[in-house]
C-alpha cells in the first residue's frame, strides 16, 4: 500500500520542514553571545540544524536507488494502517477535545474510548479506569503540584 521509499521521503520532508522552523524561533530568540551569556536562541539554533542536516542525509538515501530497505516495496499494509489509524485518530480527537472540554474531561473521554470501544475491556470497567484517571490528574496536578491542567470551554460555561 505505502512503499518504504515513500515514508522515508515524507519524513524526512516533515522533519525537515520542522527543522527549519526551530532555525527560524531560533533567530527571532537571537543566536550567539551578549553580555548576559549565551543567548535564548542558540541551542534551538544547533539542534534545528542538526535536524535539518540529519532530514537532507534521510531524503538523499530515500532519492538515490540504492540497495537497502528503502527499495521494500511495501512498508505498510491495510491492516497495519487500520492499526495506525486506531492509534492516531482517538489520540488527535483527544488533543482537539482539551480546550473545549479540559484535560480531565478530554482525559476520561480518551482512555474510555480506547479501552471500550475496540472491546479490549468491558464498558464498566472502562468508565471506572476512565474516571480512575481524570481523578488521578486532578490529585496529581492540581493538588499536589498545584499546578493547573487547561480545564476548557466546558468548565468556564459551568463556572468551575
Given at each position: 500500500m505505502i512503499s518504504r521509499r515513500a515514508l522515508e521521503l515524507v519524513t524526512a520532508v516533515i522533519t525537515g520542514g520542522f527543522g527549519v522552523a526551530v532555525v527560524v524561533q531560533s533567530l527571532d530568540n537571537g543566536i550567539g553571545w551578549s553580555s548576559a551569556?549565551?543567548?535564548?536562541?542558540?541551542?534551538?539554533?544547533?539542534t534545528g540544524t542538526i535536524i535539518v542536516l540529519g532530514s537532507l542525509y534521510n531524503l538523499v538515501r530515500g532519492v538515490l536507488p540504492v540497495a537497502?530497505?528503502?527499495?521494500?516495496?511495501?512498508?505498510?499494509t491495510r491492516i497495519e494502517l487500520g492499526r495506525l489509524a486506531g492509534l492516531f485518530v482517538?489520540?488527535?480527537?483527544?488533543?482537539?477535545?482539551?480546550?473545549?472540554?479540559?484535560?480531565?474531561?478530554?482525559?476520561?473521554?480518551?482512555?474510555?474510548?480506547?479501552?471500550?470501544?475496540?472491546?479490549?475491556?468491558?464498558v464498566p470497567r472502562a468508565l471506572g479506569m476512565a474516571a480512575v484517571t481524570a481523578l488521578a490528574l486532578y490529585v496529581v496536578f492540581e493538588r499536589m503540584f498545584q499546578v493547573s491542567l487547561p480545564h476548557g470551554a466546558l468548565a468556564a460555561a459551568l463556572g468551575f
Open positions: 551569556g549565551v543567548d535564548a536562541g542558540t541551542f534551538p539554533l544547533l537497502s530497505l528503502a527499495n521494500v516495496p511495501i512498508a505498510i482517538p489520540a488527535a480527537i483527544f488533543v482537539a477535545a482539551i480546550p473545549l472540554a479540559g484535560m480531565y474531561v478530554a482525559s476520561a473521554l480518551y482512555v474510555f474510548a480506547v479501552l471500550a470501544i475496540p472491546r479490549h475491556q468491558s
